[in-house]
């Protein structure tokens, strides 16, 4: 069941009570393929931590994607490591450890003349239901002229893309693995329709909010 509750400022904030029967009837398939395309600069490394703590909500398969040839000082991050660090895994243990708590790696190393076209030729062969990127985000002149490769790569997909902001902490802490998602909110319009925006912000309220969680639809407008 959904709630609803008008506010001054032209937005409404969503209270959801969902039943087991209602739940399957409201909710599309969860992501089972996750694509993190990486620079192994600290950035991705935020972006890592949403993209395993959405993997191991799913028990999804995580692909880490890197794009040019990997030099000696490079390396993939470890995701063992992190499962460690975040209490999931004991220390030293093994990679089939990792498929036991329900989470799938694959680490790929990617070519092609840009960043987005190399991610693009990978989507074209292999099934992908949800970018996690990092993002630099530009502003003002340069996100005209320079628009960040994250937004080129999304635009070029069309496959649902959560971005990482470089200068924000995001909802999944890199040290701890804890997760803190208070509140969601979804610009709406008559056009287009907002109702998988919705679902997918209900969703993420279901699987990493709590019950002070809260999902505001945004209108601007009369």
Known sequence: MVKSRRRDDNSETIGVLMTESNEQNFFSSPAKHILHPTDFSPESQRALAHALRLALLNRAQLIMLHVGKISEEEDFPSVRALLQRWGLLEPGASRSEVAKIGVG?????????????AIANYLQRESVDLLVMATHGRHGLSSWFNPSKAEETARRTKVPTLFVPADCRGCVSLESGHVSMRRIIVPVDHEPSAEESVERGLRALRGLGDDASKLTLLYVGK
């Open 105 to 117: 790696i694959k680490k790929i190393e990617a070519y092609g003349p840009t960043v987005a076209g």
